[in-house]
């Protein structure tokens, strides 16, 4: 029954916050909708916060999940936006709100992640020392980052598909380089 109330709380909370921004969303509301009780909501909840901490939390666990073993930056920055894309109005309402760093926090986790699993491929088997792998690694964390928060920051009123896609193609081969310019040199 715990997992059922949760579940009903969550998406009664996505139900509202597709109708309206965040500000404007109360406990209360979500309680009536529910048919449940106030003690109910915070019995699993603290806050609206922890709500939507936990909501964040899952999504990012499911799209890393969902790909274990990253091929490609591309495909994993596409899995991201889709999930933005799909819950359109409501990502905006939470990025446009106060509770900001909740998201960002998440989708930081998620840039964190897909780079992490896209360099130890490209970087396995190479000479690369603990210090420029991190920073190879911290550089493409903050394209990625920096790509969806642009995007969101636009109000996702571009193709972002497109604009990952051509991104990528751009950046394809450089991270190549780096690792080639960090091999130790032979005097």
């Known amino acids: 029954m715990s997992d059922f109330m949760k579940k009903a709380i969550k998406t009664t909370f996505l139900e509202l916050l597709e109708q309206k921004p965040l500000s404007q969303i109360t406990v209360k509301m979500i309680v009536e909708e529910c048919g449940i009780n106030r003690n109910s909501f915070y019995y699993h909840y603290q806050d609206l916060p922890t709500l939507i901490e936990e909501i ?38 939470v990025y446009n709100s106060v509770n900001r760093d909740i998201f960002e926090k998440y989708l930081w986790k998620v840039c964190d992640h897909v780079v992490d699993k896209y ?69």
């Open 56 to 93: 964040f939390q899952e999504e990012a666990d499911a799209i890393i999940e969902s790909h274990p073993s990253i091929d490609s930056i591309e495909a994993a920055l596409k899995a991201t936006a889709d999930f933005a894309s799909k819950q359109r109005r409501a990502i905006l309402h």
């Open 119 to 187: 360099g130890d491929a490209v970087m396995a088997g190479r000479s690369i020392s603990a210090e420029d792998r991190d920073l190879i690694g911290r550089f493409y964390k903050c394209e990625c980052f920096g790509l969806i928060t642009l995007w969101l920051n636009e109000n996702m009123s571009r193709d972002v598909g497109k604009d990952i896609e051509r991104f990528c193609q751009l950046h394809r081969g450089m991270v190549e380089e780096m690792i080639e310019r960090c091999a130790p040199r032979l005097s």
